[in-house]
């Protein structure tokens, strides 16, 4: 099988680029690929460098330079190499444009400038991280959103991957022995949301974790009728408390998040209609 290069060349972290090619992999199924990360390219000589690795492993180049002359020299460069040459941004930028009647700014960066909405996000992961795994029940009516879940139904992984977002997360491990504290049922703030996963998936991404660890892959932990139990019990607990539940079985950590998202902003909506009428 044929091993393409992908190039990610940008005048910034390179975080928007690598969210839009594995967005445009997902498409293609049976490929290889290998991505070449080049990061905060600011000035020729930089850019030049990267022109000579880029020649050395051929391969689509896609970018996001703001800087006029750089954009320049990385199409002469690349024309000269024979290389296809994409802009990830400009379409979105070109209609933006077009709508706003405005300009954009050629400031390289200017996303990950250290405004309000920056030190939101870094106070939503510092919160999400101390209240892991059901530590910090005290605070928890100052979260946005708690999870709640059987061991290993991806409860922190999307908790960090919501932070990430600016949402403060909490997530508690619901266990049959340990009934979670009465103050999750009081809970007027935060949306809770159940997470929920198959039996069997459970437990093999339970037996690999043990696995991963150096333990014995056959215990209580991965016995099938108590994980049949345990989940049945997560389930009971989501109905009788009127909490939406989420599977993620088939879901990837983002596709989770997006639909946790997505009832925060429907449980929001009432709200701000209300407050619309009575503008």
């Not at 600016?166 to 809970?187: Q, T």
């Not at 997505?262 to 503008?279: G, I, K």
């Amino acid at each position: 099988m044929a091993v393409h290069h992908l190039h990610l060349l940008s005048d910034s972290t390179g975080e928007t680029l690598d969210m839009v090619v594995k967005a445009g992999l997902a498409r293609f199924e049976g490929v290889e690929t290998i991505k070449h990360f080049w990061p905060m390219v600011r000035s020729e000589g930089h850019l030049e460098r990267v022109l000579v690795e880029i020649g050395q492993r051929p391969g689509i180049v896609i970018f996001t330079l703001a800087e006029t002359k750089l954009r320049e020299r990385l199409e002469i460069g690349c024309q000269s190499l024979g290389i296809p040459l994409v802009s990830a941004l400009d379409p979105v930028i070109e209609a933006l444009s077009r709508m706003l009647g405005r300009t954009a700014h050629t400031r390289p960066g200017r996303q990950h400038a250290l405004d309000a909405a920056y030190f939101a996000r870094v106070e939503a992961i510092q919160f999400t991280i101390a209240h892991d795994d059901g530590v910090g029940a005290e605070d928890w009516e100052e979260a946005d959103i708690v999870l709640a879940g059987v061991s290993r139904s991806s409860k922190t992984p999307t908790s960090i991957y919501l932070a990430n977002r600016g949402y403060k997360v909490a997530n508690i491990p619901l266990v049959v022995e340990a009934p979670p504290p009465p103050s999750l049922f009081r809970l007027q703030h935060p949306l809770v949301v159940g997470l929920t996963t198959s039996p069997d998936r459970l437990i093999q991404v339970r037996r690999n974790r043990l696995l991963s660890l150096n333990q014995v892959p056959e215990t209580a932990y991965v016995d099938q009728e108590r994980v049949m139990s345990e989940v049945a019990y997560a389930r009971r607990l989501f109905s009788d408390n009127g909490w939406p539940v989420i599977d993620v079985t088939r879901r990837s950590i983002e596709e989770t998040a997006a639909a946790i998202i997505n009832l925060v902003n429907e449980r929001r909506s009432p709200v701000q209609d209300e407050a619309a009428e009575t503008a």
